[in-house]
């Protein structure tokens, strides 16, 4: 798989050379393949909103570089210019940015930058309010109108209608309510599944990156803690717990299952994978199966 | 009963009831989770409770005071406190203890009194040393305590929260979780708490789950819990322990729906596989 963005020893200090400098990202690198689920987890702090910032051109490094598709993205202007529109960027609690007086104008806002042609811009606005499962009849609504849920929906579609080949969302489940939060996650499943468009998830939520992610870019204090599957990183339970992270509910069992000599497999992270575990040791004839 | 609702109605709009007849009875030192989809009226019922809200049918009493009663609301406000999801939202003051201050300093609490009541409430939250800090410099865990601080110190029965949590990280969140049971379990404060993490609410000494205005479920935890199939049909879920017991339930194995701690059950598991070669 080829990397869409590489970071290379990338550094950001806040506040340089005053009292209140404070270095969020140190000489981090890592690189984002084309197509995959990429969950990044740290605790607050950490600098995964810094570095986020970073992926599609909102800062400037102090020192390192941020390539897209193999160029540096501030190699001149124009391939910036490009860049913040192939690198979508929903920041936490988007619904706070929705502005214009009806749906369809919010959505429409980005590809209008892009100075696409008014057909265009309409079928993607069909396009992306279709694609977080907004009905047609919504478009001539005000998004003030709207639900939490739907208000979260129309923010996302604005940024799907620039139809970025990667797109980065902060916390985009914050704060909804459980249904809210399935239906946001099947979307950036489904986005991902048909559009082939990478995507950046980054959250505290331990259960929801167990669930959808491919790969996951674990921070701690400005620097990488550690990068792997998500069965690679929630095995190493206890560096997670030092890093004032959380683990989901189904490794902390299976952990504590592990301490009382029962065989199951530390890589375990989903109830359902708990649950085969359990079943098969059940059906084997407990803990010398 | 500390807290009581009689039929309880509330409208936005005339002709589309929020809130539809509720009768809600809860005794002192109760602490109650709030759990129900967005829009099912949690947080409309919640701002009764303080007299934000006015029912626009029935009544709300807060210690026995009718809510409607615009000579007792200086009263009713001082007994049941209120905290809101975003912590930027509610701090007033530049340093921390000038924020805590605020309320009692407006219920015209007199000095001595009032650095006491001050101090007390920042020890009681866990932010004594922070005390001379700029609130904006905090995390929001750290915000969010000192916006409890705010209430505890006008030394209230009962304080309500409002998805006090949705806003934090993990660490934030366990702090504001610790720091509401223990102002239940020390100071016997009764604590409303209104979530969308199922989780959170197995804290609780009880829970209410709301729907289309109306309270579809009222138990303990466990009680609650055990429905699965009730709860998503409410467009909510169960606590992962809760989920993975239902799981093994229905491929044929034991399972302890009761069990809805992790430590429970990791102990259930290891009891039935043991039990399986025994």
Redesign the interface.
């Known amino acids: 798989m080829d990397n869409i963005i590489e970071v290379l020893n990338l550094t950001h200090t806040y506040g340089a050379d005053t009292p209140f400098e404070h270095t969020a990202i140190e000489d981090m690198s890592f690189e984002i393949k084309q197509g995959e689920i990429l969950g990044l987890i740290g605790?607050?702090?950490s600098g995964k909103s810094t570095l986020i910032q970073h992926l599609n051109g909102l800062l400037k490094p102090d020192s390192g570089m941020v390539k897209f598709c193999g160029r540096d993205i501030w190699d001149d202007k124009q391939f910036t210019r490009e860049v913040r529109f192939s690198v979508g960027l929903v920041f936490q609690?988007p619904e706070y940015q929705l502005f214009e007086e009806t749906v369809e104008r919010d959505i429409a806002f980005g590809p209008t930058n892009m100075k696409l042609s008014e057909d265009e811009i309409r079928e993607r606005v069909l396009y992306a309010a279709r694609s977080v499962g907004l009905d047609d009849s919504i478009l001539l609504k005000s998004p003030f109108e709207l639900?939490?849920?739907q208000k979260r929906r129309v923010a996302l579609a604005g940024v799907i209608a620039m139809k970025p080949k990667v797109l980065i969302l902060d916390e985009p489940t914050?704060?909804?309510?459980?249904?809210?939060?399935e239906e946001i996650l099947n979307y950036i499943k489904n986005y991902n599944k048909e559009t082939g468009a990478t995507i950046v998830f980054v959250t505290?939520s331990?259960?929801d990156i167990a669930r959808v992610v491919d790969r996951i870019v674990v921070l701690e204090k400005s620097k990488i803690l550690m990068t792997g599957t998500p069965k690679e990183v929630f095995s190493r339970t206890e560096d997670l717990i030092r890093a004032?992270?959380?683990i989901?509910?189904?490794a902390?069992?299976a952990g504590?299952?592990a301490k009382?000599g029962?065989p199951v497999s530390p890589a375990i992270y989903t109830?359902?994978q708990?649950?085969d575990a359990?079943?098969t040791?059940?059906a084997g004839?407990?803990?010398?199966a | 009963m500390i807290l009581k609702t009689e039929n309880l109605e509330y409208s936005y709009t005339e002709g589309k009831p929020t809130l539809k007849g509720l009768n809600i009875e809860i005794p002192e030192g109760q602490y109650v989770a709030i759990l129900g989809h967005n829009g099912s009226g949690k947080s409309t019922l919640l701002k009764h409770f303080n007299a934000i809200l006015l029912p626009t049918g029935g009544k709300v009493y807060v210690s026995g005071m009718d809510t409607s009663n615009e000579e007792l609301l200086f009263e009713i406000r001082t007994r049941c406190g209120m905290v809101f999801q975003n912590p930027d939202n509610q701090i007033v003051a530049t340093i921390t203890e000038e924020d805590v201050a605020f309320g009692p300093e407006n219920l015209g609490v007199p000095n001595p009194e009032l650095r006491a009541r001050v101090d007390e409430a920042l020890k009681t939250v866990g932010m004594y040393e922070f005390r001379s800090h700029a609130p904006h410099m905090l995390s929001g865990g750290q915000k969010q305590r000192i916006a409890i601080a705010g209430i505890i110190a006008m030394r209230p029965s009962c304080i309500a929260l409002d998805e006090p949590t949705a806003m934090l990280d993990p660490i934030g969140r366990r702090d504001v979780l610790d720091t509401i049971a223990k102002l239940n379990r020390e100071e016997n404060i009764t604590v409303l708490l209104i979530t969308h993490h199922m989780e959170e609410a197995l804290f609780a000494d009880r829970v209410i789950v709301m729907d289309e205005g109306t309270v579809a479920l009222d138990g303990t935890p466990c009680e609650i819990f055990a429905q699965v199939e009730k709860m998503e049909s409410l467009g909510l879920t169960v606590p992962n322990t809760v989920k993975l017991m239902h799981t093994l339930q229905s491929r044929g194995l034991p399972a302890d729906l009761n069990a809805v701690t992790t430590d429970k059950a990791a102990d259930f598991i290891a009891r039935i596989l043991e039990d399986k070669i025994g």
């Open positions: 605790h607050t702090g609690y639900s939490g849920g914050a704060g909804l309510d459980p249904e809210g939060r505290h331990m259960e004032g992270l959380t989901p509910v189904a902390e069992i504590k299952l009382k029962i109830i359902e708990l649950a359990i079943s040791l059940y004839g407990g803990k010398n």
